[in-house]
């Protein structure tokens, strides 16, 4: 086999990329004025001005709204190509710039959660294989009972409670850092900056301060994901395939490592779901504990009714979920090669 | 016999089905639900105070006459949790309703038209593209940028929740229709002569709704957690109405005070209904087999030739 | 191997199911037993308690007396929740393709084997795998070796699963229906292969199966199992003769035959004389 | 009931599957002939195109090249019309190998049953439909109770012979069984095979029986072909083909099957 041959199956999906994201912004612009209601006359009810048909032409200019659907739809593409989504009515910058310079901190404390709750998923998955202790089974599968989204502002708003109000033990939900500091700006993410500039002092506050939010991510998103492995695990353990490796003799940490690993992608799959479901808890959680990352952009963009601030806030994080749905089938397809496109296994 | 045994005690969730009729397991089902829509439908004989209106001095702890303490403007917090659940609840089902309807039927019709030929297919494949494209949007952000657009109402609350939730039923029924297309039962209606509308009626569309009536429930617990999210962020219900994540964000500033009330309990209440919703949409599907199973007993006997 | 009295039953949420009870049997060196039986007769669960393959949870199994090898085991199910191996005992199944780790390659499947199983090291394991691809005829060894399950065909697989379970030198294999899937010929091929190696190891055979006449072939002796009791145990020559039992008499008369053309009406297991057969639990 | 004779014939029937690059001729052009005597047995392995040729017949599958023609109208005609196709499906029926999804778990075995009746045979008083299936069940020695029944409450058994129940419930001409009985134990096989058999003969009609094992092919059919990858590579009548086998295939079959036979039919009862 040659090399593009070996290669060809994640080659394949990540050029499926760029389409996937033209798809979905067009169809994106055609949701948006599918909806009922008018985004000029929703903006004009915010601005106390006389409502004058001038007024509300240059509105419609500067929404992008004029003119046919067709010349709005081409208009749309053009800028699409060169990267643009629009100009903020709000703050005048441009759409991207205002999303992309939010993002990193966003991406990181949903990597730091959702991260956090896959780690303690795959340890409680091996106990849960491991070990016949009936109450550490039965401790485990009652923890999957819980699995369901409670919203994750609300999981912690109870850690602020006893953290915070009634401990004591961790600041207040303020920020980031101390009020009155400012972050450094590298790349965007804040711990990773503070690590850059060297700024420790920082860093362990920062850390700190993101006990709560991630405590309240991992807890709320654990369950979800034992659920799945916990599933696949049973599944996989009633197998024929986990049968006839005890019955052959291979070695037990093979056994466990073959049905956990046989198991592990449907946590994958909901991983990369609950990576965008998470952009939303993101949104709770970073206006809860006053981070002002992407949820800051939205509220004040829906307070504005700033039409171009949303339609490129929607396509952006969207992207973002195409890129990490790629990653998940990618992952998915590294763990079994037969998902990978072009295989098809022989029917014997 | 051996292998179904095997199956069955491997994979803990199966289990034997019992033959007498179970009300206890049943109840135990659908009490949660049950309880939620009741303080719901009562919820002005239960809730004391107006709860639009300030009826006390602000911020007063809980004690006998304001179970629940007082808020920032002198409103009962008991009332108005009490008329939360009244909001939660007609959104939920109404949601649920039109998500799962809308669902069931866009996802029959993908899955008939796949591997169909003409327009039928085009358009099913086009609206199945598109579903998959939306289930990519985040709920939050795609329920924040559809208020955003249509201004605050409760239409477009309602638009953008069933936008996102529709689409579990959509894929569950697809599913199903494609796995039910490929059973022999169709072949034999083909041969019994019965006609392709006919069996899409008859045998797919009733053998393929289970999992979408199942993940009913789960809308609903859905809808609730999306609106208390977008009240919490303030892109919700508007101000006065008694809506829990609102209530919930606009006691915060107190909570860092150690007034804890107003934030905590709409909190609890949150919290306690998406758990109640969850654990009956979990129960419920596995009681109602033996509840079908109790109620078709009768018929069969109706039916017999002997 | 000696098994005397042995009982399996399964734990459900309603008490214990009796699968199997009762059933004693002796097996030496390359002897070759054949359990019989129709399905839910209890002979796939016989097997796997043989194995060692129920656990706890699943099954309680009791004993009077087991030896393997000459060594007495204790044949109750192990606490843990994926079950340990029981000791010179190995089994093949049905069906290769959900047998084998769908996701690791050949060679990887015969290293955790012979790593457990003699302890051998990373060239050693490699040269046995290669030598156990061969003795299974495989050609290419080299090559398969580094193919994953999916990408073999059917006889293929279910010769490296033959291999594999025979890689680590057991005293006794047992195997479940091991052809039911497969067509009347082929399965003719891979029985003449695990009766070869069986006889070259000198190892014993359990086979599992319904098809009287792979039986008749294959093995020495026969033991017939009806709803979970021993019915009969002879040499397999014998099991026509009219001194078996009424269940297994009745059960050779309804084996279809060449040469029935020439009837009208097939012989069948007639319910009066038999408990109802076909009852759904 | 009427004894109308029938013909079905197939003139160079193949059938192809998948597209360009992976293209498999199940079937090879395969010439062909059931009359309303005939009793034909197909044999062959799995993948020999045995089920695709019974499944053509019956218009499940549309052959690639070639016609099959059913009293001189080619099989893609009848089923062109609305009339026409009820009128093929109530002469021809077909029972398949699955006996776990052919019948809609919802239904009770009485609507699965009457349905055929009803569109195929335009019976729709029900005291008419309820001594039609009172009398099949006596023909193939039903318990009418089960007929309350959902096919999950039965056994593979009971369940392939009231699938039998509803192909022979319109008094078709001429029945397709495909592996009717592979799926089946060895004890419930018999009692299938000695229904199929009895109704067949006594109703005088047609039959193509299916099926990878040679014995019970040999019991219920007078003649037989015998497939691999898709050809016919022997036809004959079965005594003969036993006899002298002409094809190797054939003889490794045979000889697959003549294991020591020890004591013959008569001493072992």
Redesign the interface.
Same mark, same amino acid.
């Given at each position: 086999m040659s090399w593009y041959q070996r290669n060809k199956w994640w080659m394949v999906r990540v050029m499926r990329l760029p389409v996937d994201v033209f798809v979905f912004a067009t169809l994106a612009f055609f949701l948006i004025r599918l909806l009922p209601g008018d985004p000029v006359s929703v903006a004009l009810a915010t601005i106390n001005q006389p409502k004058t048909p001038e007024l509300e032409h240059n509105l419609r200019i500067q929404m992008g709204l004029d003119g046919s659907v067709w010349d709005q739809l081409l208009r749309f593409w053009g800028n699409l190509l060169h990267g643009s989504l629009g100009t903020s009515l709000d703050t005048h910058l441009p759409v991207t710039r205002e999303v992309l310079d939010r993002l990193p901190a966003t991406i990181e404390i949903i990597m730091l959660g959702l991260g956090g709750a896959f780690v303690v998923t795959m340890v409680l998955g091996f106990l849960y294989i491991r070990f016949a202790n009936e109450g550490l089974r039965r401790f485990i599968r009652l923890t999957t009972g819980f699995a369901t989204s409670v919203p994750v502002f609300v999981v912690a708003i109870f850690g602020i409670l006893v953290f915070y109000v009634i401990l004591g033990w961790l600041p207040a939900p303020l920020g980031r850092v101390a009020s009155g500091q400012s972050l450094p700006l590298v790349t965007g993410f804040p711990l990773l900056d503070e690590v850059l500039t060297g700024n420790f002092a920082d860093l362990g506050q920062t850390l700190l301060r993101y006990v709560l939010p991630v405590g309240a991510m991992i807890l709320t998103y654990t369950p979800n994901l034992l659920t799945q492995f916990v599933g696949g695990l049973d599944r996989e353990l009633a197998q024929t395939a986990t049968r006839f490796q005890v019955a052959a003799g291979a070695s037990r940490q093979w056994i466990y490592f073959s049905v956990m690993r046989r198991s592990v992608s449907s946590v994958v799959v909901i991983f990369g779901l609950f990576f965008g479901s998470l952009i939303g808890g993101a949104v709770t959680i970073e206006s809860l504990f006053g981070f002002g990352g992407l949820g800051q952009l939205g509220i004040r963009a829906v307070s504005t009714a700033d039409f171009p601030t949303l339609q490129g806030f929607m396509i952006i994080i969207v992207v973002f979920c195409l890129v990490m749905f790629v990653a998940v089938d990618l992952v998915n397809m590294w763990l079994d090669p037969r998902r990978r496109p072009g295989v098809s296994s022989e029917e014997s | 016999m051996a292998e179904t045994h095997v199956s069955a005690v491997l994979l803990p969730r199966a289990r034997a089905a019992r033959t007498h009729f179970p009300w206890g397991g049943a109840a135990a089902a659908f009490l949660p639900l049950i309880v939620i829509v009741l303080v719901a439908v009562l919820a002005p004989l239960i809730a004391p105070h107006d709860p639009e209106k300030t009826v006390a001095d602000t911020r007063l702890a809980p004690s006998g006459e304001f179970w629940f303490g007082t808020d920032s403007v002198g409103m009962d917090v008991f009332s108005r949790v009490v008329f939360g659940a009244r909001i939660a609840v007609r959104f939920g089902i109404t949601v649920a309703v039109c998500a799962t309807a809308i669902g069931i039927l866009v996802g029959t019709f993908i899955g008939l038209s796949e591997r169909s030929r003409g327009i039928q297919s085009a358009l099913g494949g086009a609206l199945n593209r598109v579903s998959d494209y939306i289930v990519a949007i985040p709920d939050i952000i795609l329920a924040i940028v559809v208020v955003g657009i249509m201004g605050a109402s409760d239409l477009s609350l309602l638009i953008a929740i069933v936008l996102t939730l529709v689409q579990a039923p959509i894929k569950l029924t697809r599913m199903e229709v494609l796995r039910v297309r490929n059973e022999a039962y169709l072949e034999a209606a083909e041969l019994g002569g019965e006609s392709r509308a006919r069996a899409a009626f008859v045998h797919v569309i009733p053998n393929s709704i289970g999992p979408a009536m199942r993940n009913m429930p789960l809308i609903f617990g859905n809808c609730v957690i999306i609106l208390a999210s977008l009240g919490f962020i303030g892109v919700g219900v508007n101000a006065p109405t008694p809506e829990w994540g609102y209530m919930i964000s606009s006691g915060l500033s107190d909570l860092m005070l150690g007034e804890w009330w107003e934030t905590v309990f709409p909190a609890v209440f949150v919290f306690l209904s998406v758990l109640g919703i969850a654990y009956s949409s979990r129960a419920i599907p596995r009681v109602w087999p033996r509840i079908a199973a109790a109620f078709s007993t009768p018929s069969k006997k109706r039916k017999n030739l002997a | 191997m000696a098994i005397d009295r042995m009982s399996v039953c399964?734990?459900?949420?309603?008490g214990t199911?009796p699968?199997v009870s009762d059933v004693s049997f002796r097996l030496s060196t390359s002897e070759r037993l054949a359990i019989v039986g129709?399905?839910?007769?209890?002979?796939?669960?016989l097997a796997?308690a043989l194995?060692?393959?129920?656990?706890?949870?699943?099954?309680e199994i009791s004993c009077e007396s087991a030896r393997i090898g000459g060594r007495p085991v204790d044949l109750r199910a192990d606490?843990?929740?994926?079950?340990?191996?029981r000791e010179g005992?190995?089994?093949?199944?049905q069906?290769?393709?959900?047998?084998?780790?769908?996701?690791?390659s050949i060679s990887h499947?015969f290293r955790?084997?012979l790593?457990?199983?003699s302890g051998l090291g990373r060239a050693e394991a490699r040269r046995a795998a290669l030598n156990w691809t061969e003795k299974v005829g495989i050609h290419e060894p080299e090559r398969v070796l580094r193919l +994953?399950p999916?990408?073999?065909?059917?006889?293929m697989?279910?010769r490296v699963?033959i291999a594999?379970?025979l890689?680590?030198a057991?005293k006794a294999l047992?195997a479940d229906e091991p052809t039911s899937?497969l067509?009347?010929?082929?399965?003719?091929k891979v029985m003449d292969l695990v009766l070869g190696l069986t006889q070259e190891l000198g190892t014993a055979l359990i086979m599992i199966t319904?098809d009287?006449?792979l039986a008749?072939?294959y093995t020495d002796r026969t033991l017939v199992l009806y709803r979970g009791e021993v019915q009969d145990l002879c040499a397999t020559?014998e099991l026509?003769?009219p001194e078996r039992s009424s269940y297994t008499?009745?059960?050779?008369?309804?084996?279809? +035959?060449?040469?029935?053309?020439a009837?009208?009406?097939?012989?069948?297991?007639t319910t009066s004389s038999l408990p109802v057969?076909?009852?759904?639990? | 009931m009427s004894q109308e004779a029938f013909t079905l014939r197939l003139a160079g029937v193949r059938k192809d599957f998948g597209h360009r690059r992976r293209r498999i001729t199940a079937v090879q052009p395969i010439e062909l002939e059931v009359r309303s005597d005939s009793r034909l047995g197909v044999i062959g392995e799995s993948g020999s195109g045995k089920s695709t040729l019974a499944r053509m017949i019956v218009g499940l599958e549309k052959p690639t090249a070639g016609t099959i023609e059913f009293n001189g109208r080619p099989v893609v005609d009848w089923l062109s019309s609305r009339t026409g196709r009820l009128e093929y499906r109530r002469r021809v029926q077909y029972v398949a190998q699955d006996t776990s999804s052919s019948f809609d778990p919802r239904q009770t075995l009485f609507e699965a049953v009457a349905t055929p009746l009803r569109f195929l045979c335009g019976v729709t008083d029900p005291h008419e439909v309820r001594s039609r299936l009172r009398r099949i069940a006596d023909e193939l020695a039903l318990d009418p109770a089960m007929f309350g029944r959902r096919p999950h409450q039965l056994s593979g058994g009971q369940r392939q012979r009231f699938s039998l129940a509803r192909a022979l419930v319109v008094e078709p001409r001429l029945l397709i069984c495909d592996e009717v009985v592979s799926a089946l134990d060895v004890s419930v096989q018999g009692t299938v095979l000695n229904l199929i058999k009895s109704y067949v003969s006594r109703h005088g009609m047609g039959l193509v029986f299916v099926a990878h094992g040679l014995p019970a092919v040999s019991f219920i059919s007078s003649e037989l072909i015998v497939m691999k990858r898709g050809a016919v590579v022997e036809r004959g009548n079965v005594a003969e083909v036993l006899a002298a086998p002409s094809h190797p295939y054939t003889r490794e079959l045979l000889s697959a099957y003549s294991g020591p036979d020890p004591v013959s039919l008569e001493a072992a009862r």
């Open positions: - | - | 399964y734990v459900t949420d309603d199911v699968a129709e399905s839910g007769s209890g002979k796939s669960t796997l194995a060692g393959l129920l656990p706890r949870h699943v099954a606490k843990s929740v994926i079950p340990r191996r005992v190995s089994m093949i199944f069906d290769a393709m959900t047998s084998l780790d769908p996701v690791a499947q955790t084997v790593k457990a199983g +994953r999916y990408e073999l065909s059917g006889g697989r279910q699963m594999l379970a890689c680590s057991p047992i899937a067509d009347a010929s082929v399965s003719r319904h009287v006449d008749r072939e020559a026509m003769s008499q009745a059960l050779m008369r309804c084996v279809p +035959r060449l040469g029935d053309h009837l009208d009406v097939l012989p069948t297991l057969l076909e009852t759904v639990p | -």
